[in-house]
């Protein structure tokens, strides 16, 4: 368990900030904010919130459609590689959009001339600027449109709204993807399996959304990192790496708890760690339910009380 918790930085490595976190793990789950937000401090004892806002205010790291078409935190310079084989949805995107009764030869255009030279705008911005085109998701099914040819990504957040521009108006030119998708697959692999142990190519392929038979072209013949130190306690967040990064989960979640953590319904509770271990959940507001008995949880509670608050103070 010792590698799973090393490669996944639980053991918080020293001098690690948002942007280095996001690039070993290669992306990090970001459709709750708050979520993908603790994910930074599971891993790190000094990384607060705002040091995330700024690694996304200049860029180093960018909220977009990745892995599975979800949203995660990726480094910038890992966009071109990374969206050219996680960005493979534009059928579903037209479907989505036909059934939101939003229809034309024009839809690329459209978006493209909404987002451009405009900023991030939120999806009631947007709406004006698309006259009455598209409402509601077929606004966003829109976005994902443009993201799929590499024009459009999230901005920063506004008034707690996500918001949507231009990758040309944010990273200065659209994300160009990669050409060779063998060069592409070569590198998914190395660092999937850097972060992942241990993992085999059907994890892979469940986490970046791939044919099995792509994940086996782009597994690695090794790269498995060394054991780390053992981890006591980590409070993870909901939709957390460690858990969203394999497709099995069993060496982690005894099946008798497995409705505890995962409800159903896509939903997906914090987990309590011990020894790389799940234990049991909790909530934001401090509440646990152990599934068995636990070492004290109250220092581990209040660093990330101390994080959410925007407090810099050190992790136990």
Same mark, same amino acid.
């Given at each position: 368990?010792?590698?799973?918790?090393?490669?996944?930085? $639980?053991?918080?490595?020293?001098?690690?900030?948002?942007?280095?976190?996001?690039?070993?793990?290669?992306?990090?789950?970001?459709?709750?904010?708050?979520?993908?937000?603790?994910?930074?401090?599971?891993?790190?004892?000094?990384?607060?919130?705002?040091?995330?806002?700024?690694?996304?205010?200049?860029?180093?790291?960018?909220?977009?459609?990745?892995?599975?078409?979800?949203?995660?935190?990726?480094?910038?310079?890992?966009?071109?590689?990374?969206?050219?084989?996680?960005?493979?949805?534009?059928?579903?995107?037209?479907?989505?959009?036909?059934?939101?009764?939003?229809?034309?030869?024009?839809?690329?255009?459209?978006?493209?001339?909404?987002?451009?030279?405009?900023?991030? $705008?939120?999806?009631?911005?947007?709406?004006?600027?698309?006259?009455?085109?598209?409402?509601?998701?077929?606004?966003?099914?829109?976005?994902?449109?443009?993201?799929?040819?590499?024009?459009?990504?999230?901005?920063?957040?506004?008034?707690?709204?996500?918001?949507?521009?231009?990758?040309?108006?944010?990273?200065?030119?659209?994300?160009?993807?990669?050409?060779?998708?063998?060069?592409?697959?070569?590198?998914?692999?190395?660092?999937?399996?850097?972060?992942?142990?241990?993992?085999?190519?059907?994890?892979?392929?469940?986490?970046?959304?791939?044919?099995?038979?792509?994940?086996?072209?782009?597994?690695?013949?090794?790269?498995?990192?060394?054991?780390?130190?053992?981890?006591?306690?980590?409070?993870?967040?909901?939709?957390?790496?460690?858990?969203?990064?394999?497709?099995?989960?069993?060496?982690?979640?005894?099946?008798?708890?497995?409705?505890?953590?995962?409800?159903?319904?896509?939903?997906?509770?914090?987990?309590?760690?011990?020894?790389?271990?799940?234990?049991?959940?909790?909530?934001?507001?401090?509440?646990?339910?152990?599934?068995?008995?636990?070492?004290?949880?109250?220092?581990?509670?209040?660093?990330?009380?101390?994080?959410?608050?925007?407090?810099?103070?050190?992790?136990?």
């Amino acid at each position: 368990m010792r590698q799973r918790t090393a490669a996944q930085l $639980l053991h918080r490595p020293d001098g690690l900030g948002a942007g280095e976190i996001v690039r070993h793990l290669l992306a990090v789950q970001a459709q709750d904010l708050p979520s993908a937000h603790l994910a930074f401090r599971a891993r790190s004892a000094t990384v607060t919130v705002a040091d995330v806002d700024r690694a996304v205010e200049r860029r180093e790291i960018v909220r977009a459609w990745g892995p599975r078409g979800t949203l995660h935190y990726i480094h910038r310079d890992d966009l071109p590689w990374l969206l050219s084989l996680t960005t493979t949805r534009r059928a579903s995107t037209m479907r989505r959009l036909g059934q939101e009764g939003v229809t034309g030869d024009d839809l690329l255009p459209l978006i493209e001339r909404a987002l451009e030279g405009q900023g991030p $705008l939120t999806k009631a911005e947007l709406e004006t600027r698309l006259g009455g085109r598209a409402t509601g998701q077929g606004i966003v099914h829109l976005v994902g449109l443009a993201a799929s040819h590499g024009l459009a990504v999230h901005g920063p957040p506004r008034d707690g709204k996500p918001t949507y521009v231009h990758a040309a108006d944010w990273l200065g030119a659209p994300i160009a993807f990669e050409p060779d998708r063998d060069r592409a697959l070569a590198e998914l692999g190395v660092r999937y399996r850097r972060a992942h142990v241990p993992a085999e190519p059907h994890d892979l392929a469940a986490w970046a959304g791939l044919p099995l038979g792509q994940a086996r072209k782009a597994w690695p013949p090794s790269g498995e990192p060394a054991e780390g130190p053992e981890v006591p306690v980590r409070l993870a967040p909901a939709f957390d790496e460690y858990l969203m990064g394999w497709r099995d989960r069993d060496s982690i979640l005894a099946p008798q708890h497995v409705k505890q953590v995962f409800p159903g319904g896509g939903m997906l509770r914090a987990v309590i760690l011990v020894g790389g271990v799940i234990q049991g959940t909790w909530t934001r507001s401090g509440e646990v339910n152990a599934f068995t008995e636990l070492p004290p949880l109250d220092d581990e509670l209040a660093d990330v009380r101390r994080f959410l608050t925007g407090s810099a103070a050190s992790a136990p």
